[in-house]
């Protein structure tokens, strides 16, 4: 590979990953434009995206232990990355649907797909169109990873009622880690539990966000970086923290957990800080270490984790 081909691609993972945190996509604009740009995103957004829905639907699992996932809806699947996530934690699954409106897309998850040793990748039905245009199928999984916030609010209000229309027993949904996207979801939020959704995760509760204007819930998943990751996103580290936001809505009620922590916990030699969300709203935590139950739950305490102290 050449100097001048790396710069290239270089670029065109910055364009990406500009692209997925952007607001302003032009209508019917193709996310991806040329070769090197398909090869940026498999190097570097498609592990990301994996990341961040493998660790979504992580607490799907451990919320509701006893779900039996054996089909499958992916929408706006890209190339598959939510999808391979989907396979690797639910062995019941057996039938993916997947709709994604970039043919070159399609094409690169299915080559990848090809390589992979997931049964229900190999058997996968990949439709070439719009969700807007999408006739959907019933699945007792459904995915939209990276996706609603490529349409304008109308479009993926719109959207997500179908969505959960096509939803036998979860969705789930995870979008970039950024204000406006969390903005996003949280609209969406609302359209879903006033559809009749059980919100799941990560809310503590169905009522109203209790963070303030300024802030957001969001998340961080760390990715480990392939020598062609840190070489086209320029990174001298053998990882990256991918900052997303996701929301678990289930058909039926399932037990929520009793609080959120919603940053890092910043732990002291005698003491640790939590902020948590809880149903009673938002709660800096402070648990020393004469308490040796909490204490101990504390130290492996991670953000984003449930908290029920």
Known sequence: MSQASNAELAAAAQRISTSYRSTERLAGETFLRNAHERLAYAATRLPATYAATYATLSHLQALWPQ???????DLGSGSGAASWAACTQFESLHTATLFERDPDLVALGQQLARAAALAP???????????????????????????LNELTEKESTSTARTMWHATKSA?????????????????????????????LAPCPHATSCPLSDNDWCHFAQRV???????????????????????????TQPVQRVKGRILRHPQRRSGHAHLRVCQEAGIRDIVISRRDKGAWKNVRKARWGDAWDE
């Open 121 to 147: 990748m190999d058997k996968a039905q990949w439709n070439t169109c719009s969700l807007q245009q999408a006739v959907l199928p019933q699945a007792d999984l459904v995915i939209a990873s990276y996706v």
């Open 171 to 199: 969705l789930v949904i995870v979008e970039p880690g950024t204000t406006a996207c969390f903005n996003h979801l949280n609209h969406i939020r609302s359209v879903l539990i006033d559809e009749g959704a059980h919100l």
């Open 224 to 250: 480990p970086r392939s020598t062609n990751h840190r070489l086209f996103k320029r990174g001298d580290l053998g990882y990256e923290d991918e900052k997303f936001c996701y929301m678990i809505f289930t």
């Open 67 to 73: 779900l039996s996932v054996s089909s499958l809806l």
